[in-house]
């Protein structure tokens, strides 16, 4: 018997969606060939895509030279090659230890790669809550800004470095993390100052934000460079670099205080009143309800402009200090490797990317982790 | 036992200047005022120490000497026997020049994004991710020197100069050249026609409102207007007689004579500016139009109104005020990044008196004096916009 039902009668089993609706080919239909429009956009993207990428991956692989000792030889071996000259990253090669270490004396960059560990050591402890011995580490969190200055300034037992041999992306990272560290306390205090109920206090707050938000940082930086010297007392000498990360610093709390302030008030009237009448105190309220919940809005705010202020420590080459880019722009003298900026730009601009993205990915992980709704 | 209950009631006014909540709101504020006035006298009194040291003063007399320094792009008359006063205002003016072009370009592509990244095409609303996403995590400062480095070292000679739209414009490191309108007279017409269409547009709006309040006809006002503002003035234009020749570039030696030149500096702050920009504008505008709930659309067609309707009635309102102020301290910003200028000699205001001028004369108090307050009146200009325009468009709630 052929027609032996493997059913029972009346329910006819599912059949296999239409092939044009699954898999590949339905994803297809459905994501870029959905209307004449997207059609349309598709072709034109592809073209666009065409144009753009495979120049793009020859200089940057195909036609790149990795080992030269100068333009010219780069020039040589991609002819000899039989292709035009891609990227001469041979360059990079060459100058990497100046673009990491930047004029920190030779034997003394064990230290600068120590504190780099360290700095990692104490933020795992910060960022993440599963970790072993968190207590212990959030302790060496606190100590570890104050071992990483002395590991690169000197003294007490270590060989002293001036400042001015700090650069490349060490000054980056020093920059950076000093700002982004030193911002976040100072931008609450201002930001609970402008919400505070005492009229001076709030002017005060408000005049230092609206000045700082409404110059720009390099006037900023000018003004730490050319005019401090004048507001101190004669005779003080002041370190550049000291007054460039107090600037960044000052900055980027103006910032922060703003995007504090957004959290503030976007919480309900409800729970100060609700703090206050439990009794606690304006410290205790701030610290145990407002705080915390006001924070946790302005996350991607707050993370935001930490990324703003990493991205804005470039512009200290405008005044004289060398972050990577200065250096690559100094290195550029050598005739040599003249004429090779672009290598420059695109392997700073990586080095960027990979910091500030990690940055808001974990602004993302952040949000998620402590997202309370449904 | 008596005292104790006296001191416990009435405590002494140094206690309860601390611990009286009231009173010690008081105090603090008292304390900060007192610091802050004794920083600023502190800082005030070692600047006025420290400049009559080395002899100099605070004045700005020195703005009426002659600059003794060119500028390369120059809106309005200036030579170097101008005065610095001269050359702030030329910075200031290249300063509003790249900052307003920049606000133009940024908000074209970033809404264009913006539209694109919510795309359903899969393909497109990916390359646009990976585009914001490469932008706005790489300073801006490295977008102008990369835009700067493509312009200068890989566009050719004006001798080999790129030519497009059959020889009107060319493409060269030294500048983009295009012909120069040179207007006639009769221009007057054209303008005063323009004028009109504007006027007419303003009062047939009102009317069209009216008409449509009254007896719920509705005009087609927006091709109505277009018609008076544009299609008018061009008949105009027409009928004078074409009052218009254009000045082309020619090749005369090494470089381009006559035409409209723009300056590689600037199209490289304006493109990076644009372009950095745009970015995060476009992720405004996609944030802006997430923002507005389906259930709108769609009680919106429950009432029955068209779909054209519904956007320009129901979701492009509602959108804008999530999008306006974001949108409005990006062109803030714009403004501020242009002061990057500098470093690829585009002579913007920081570059002309906060540079140049600064370090011509010593006069470095004055001169930042100068350009931190023409930014501060910006910035403020631009709050009091926004604080206007966020009051009128304050959902009012009970």
Redesign the interface.
Known sequence: MSTERSHAVGEHPELPPPSTEVGIIGWVRHNLLSSTTNIVITVLTIYFLYIIVPPMLNWIFFDAVFSADSRDDCRAIAKAAGHEMGACWAFIGKRFEIFVYGFYPAEERWRINLSFILMLAALVPVLFDHVPFRKPGLWFSLAAPFIIGWLLLGGMGLEPVPTDKFGGFMLTLVIGVTGIVGSLPIGIALALGRQSHMPALRMVCVAFIEFIRGVPLITLLFVASTMLNYFLPPGTTFDLLLRVLIMVTLFSAAYIAEVIRGGLQALPKGQIEAADSMGLKYWQSMRLIILPQALKISIPGIVNTFIGLYKDTTLVIIIGLFDPLGMGRASLADTKWQGLSTEIYVFVAIFFFVSCFSMARYSLYLEKKLYTGH | MAATETSSSNPSLFYRLFFDKELR?VT???I??AL?FAFFFF?VN??I???E?IGKGYSFSFLWDASNYDINQTLIEYNSRSPHWRAAVVGLINTLLVAVAGIILSTIVGFLLGVLRL??????NR?VYVYI??V???????HI??VH??VV?TLPIPKNALMAFEGTLFLTNRGFYTPKPLFEPAMWAVLIAFVIGVGFTIWFKGYAKKIQDATGKIYPVLWISLGAILLFPIIVFFLAGLPVNFEYPELKGFNFKGGLVLRPEFVALWLALSLYTAAFIAEIVRAGIQAISHGQTEAAFALGIKPSRTMSLVIIPQALRVIIPPLSSQYLNIT??S??A??IGYMDI?ATI?GIS?NQTGR??EC?TI??AI??A???MI?AFMNWYNKRMKLVER
Do not use: C, D
Not at chain 2, 119 to 124: T, V
Not at chain 2, 136 to 142: E, M, T
């Open positions: 709101s603090i504020q008292v900060t005022m802050i800082i070692n600047a120490t420290n400049l040291a795309s359903s095409n899969w393909l497109i390359v996403e490469y706005r995590n790489v300073p801006v400062l490295l020197l990369l480095g493509i070292n501020k990044n002061s990057l500098i470093a920081v906060g600064l470095e108090m930042m350009v931190l930014y501060l910006f910035s403020l709050s």
